[in-house]
């Protein structure tokens, strides 16, 4: 393997976090004008993109950039939706596990005092049911990629349960984005990239991975009586 493309492939992703970090908006114009230029040099390079690409993909997670989205949309461009989609995976897995773990060490006993009452509830149910609350704000997003790294550190959650949940909870986002950036050129605008009946379908399953939590309650207070 040769490193110096790996840290060339590495460093044209941090460019793009970069640029998607500026104003926090996504460049979408930028990435599609710089289309065929990508995948010319993935064509090439394609190995040391890839682990270029995972490793930057990783880092960016664990340090909390924003700029998922088009991350993962260059993903899917440069490497096709089912390449792009298990790439993302296991960065975006890796790197949130990274940040569990440095906040767990480091951070949780001062985090712990100056969590607010809506962040000390959602705490508490992560302590009732990790895995599915840590699937469930994966599978639909109602709070931040970065925070919901956070929160899970400072509750008995193991980090293997954290890993486990959040590569299956981000596994259809990350799928949707991967599958438009590889059709990339048919887009138009940044508007275009998620419809209706993509959110309604992630919403769906948010609420299918809660299901196990209810079962749980009812079970719970039928034994009860």
Not at 17 to 27: K, M, P, S, V, Y
Not at 57 to 67: D, E, G, I, K, M
Not at 161 to 189: K, Q, Y
Not at 211 to 223: D, E, G, H, Q, V
Request: hydrophobic fraction near 55%; avoid cysteine.
């Amino acid at each position: 393997m040769n490193w110096k493309k790996v840290a060339l492939a590495a460093l044209i992703i941090a460019a793009m976090i970069t640029a998607a970090t500026q104003g926090g908006r996504l460049d979408f114009a930028t990435l599609k004008a710089h289309r065929a230029e990508l995948l010319a040099f993935t064509e090439r390079h394609y190995a040391a993109m890839l682990i270029g690409a995972t490793l930057a993909y990783a880092l960016a997670t664990a340090v909390s950039f924003p700029a998922g989205v088009l991350l993962t949309l260059t993903m899917g461009l440069l490497f096709g939706r089912w390449v792009g989609t298990a790439a993302v995976v296991v960065a975006a897995s890796i790197g949130a596990t990274l940040a569990f773990l440095a906040a767990r060490y480091l951070f949780a006993d001062a985090a712990r005092r100056r969590m607010g009452p809506r962040l000390q509830r959602l705490a508490r149910g992560f302590e009732r049911d990790a895995f599915n609350y840590i699937l469930f704000v994966r599978l639909v997003p109602v709070f931040p990629f970065w925070l919901m790294n956070l929160v899970p550190a400072f509750t008995p959650v193991s980090a293997r349960t954290f890993f486990v949940a959040t590569a299956i909870g981000i596994t259809p986002g990350t799928f949707v984005f991967a599958n438009l950036g590889e059709s990339l050129g048919r887009i138009d605008s940044a508007g275009d990239l998620v419809g209706r009946n993509t959110l309604i379908a992630l919403a769906l399953l948010g609420v299918m991975s809660l299901l196990p939590i209810a079962f749980k309650k009812l079970r719970n207070r039928r034994k009860k009586r």
